[in-house]
């Protein structure tokens, strides 16, 4: 199970902390496992506009493993 879905679990299951409720995913991140502030912005302006009552960012990309993470030139 992967973190989004883990977090999703948390959150809607029957014995989670909001059952019932309706989510949205929104994709941020590019291949290349970096996003600028502008998408993530309009991200939450489009969950925002659909009604979203919770947002959740879980913004992290890559293993963790500093043997595999790529950092994005700038």
Do not use: Q, W
């Amino acid at each position: 199970m992967g973190h989004g879905s883990m977090v999703a679990s948390v959150v809607g299951t029957k014995n989670g902390v909001a059952p019932g409720v309706t989510f949205g995913a929104y994709r941020v991140f590019g291949c290349g496992g970096y996003v600028g502030d502008n998408v993530l912005i309009e991200a939450i302006d489009r969950a925002v506009r659909d009604g979203c009552d919770v947002i959740n960012l879980s913004l992290a990309s890559g293993s963790g493993y500093a043997e595999t993470v790529s950092h994005p030139r700038r």
